[in-house]
């Protein structure tokens, strides 16, 4: 049976996610706490992952009880920050790691989501398990860290999220929240470095479109994807659903419209 394996928030975006047994999911569409913290530079452009390695050589943890960020960089001290009551302790030390002046934002209504018209992000466990065998070097939580996403599906095939995005495509519903596919995930620079050390693999990405094409599902609907460098859904909950909670081994039904 379908099934909410993990649901996962990243509280400041580019840095790493937490695991939730239980999430809400906003009035805007997005589930609280997910990117709901990110740092800017002084053009008000976004510091993550896209933009620069160094992101990936932080070890991150966050307690939402306590908006208590605890920060691990490569030479082993630690440092936490409280980042609800002023975040000018963690401005100072991600502007000196990052030699740059950097601002600490937080928008907890939505978050800061690449696109904030859209809601979580979807993938199964089996797709998670099959883009690691295409790679000897890989691990299963590994991928899961490069592939970030919100939402993950046991207990179906791999790329059983393609089925929901294009023409006619089917909703699907978890524990009484609906959700609709809206695009698939185009991947960036991001899942093609280790998420440990930020280098890169440089033949990651003609791998992944290689066997990407060949596993593509019969029954999915190509033109939905503009290329093969594509994996997890991008999707929207219904209006009427948003404000309910989501819950890890929260079942999920396929509803034909």
Not at 77 to 87: A, Q, S
Request: net charge negative; aromatic share 10%; proline share 5%.
């Amino acid at each position: 049976m379908a099934r909410l394996e993990q649901l996962t928030v990243y509280p400041v975006k580019g840095l790493d996610g937490i695991d939730l047994e239980t999430a809400s999911v906003l009035d805007g569409g997005t589930i609280a706490g997910d990117r709901e913290f990110a740092l800017f530079d002084a053009n008000g452009d976004v510091v993550n992952g896209k933009r620069t390695e160094q992101v990936h050589r932080l070890e991150t943890d966050y307690d939402p009880e306590t908006s208590t960020l605890t920060v691990e960089p490569p030479d082993g001290t630690m440092h936490r920050f409280e980042l609800g009551d002023d975040p000018g302790p963690a401005e100072a030390w991600f502007s000196g790691y990052f030699d740059e002046d950097l601002s600490l934002e937080r928008d907890a209504s939505l978050g800061f989501v690449d696109r904030r018209d859209m809601g979580p992000s979807v993938i199964s466990t089996a797709t998670i398990r099959t883009v690691t065998s295409w790679f000897d070097e890989l691990t299963v939580d590994g991928v899961r860290r490069r592939l970030r996403a919100n939402v993950e599906v046991a207990g179906v095939e791999p790329f059983w999220e393609d089925r929901f995005v294009g023409e006619g495509a089917p909703t699907f519903v978890i524990g009484g929240v609906r959700f609709e596919g809206v695009t698939p995930c185009g991947r960036c620079i991001v899942p093609q470095r280790d998420p440990d050390t930020g280098a890169q693999n440089d033949s990651f990405r003609a791998r992944f479109v290689r066997n990407r094409e060949k596993s593509f599902p019969s029954w999915a609907d190509a033109d939905a994807f503009d290329h093969y460098y594509t994996v997890m859904i991008l999707t929207r909950v219904l209006a009427t659903d948003r404000g309910r909670t989501l819950r890890v081994d929260d079942p999920i039904e396929i509803v034909a419209d």
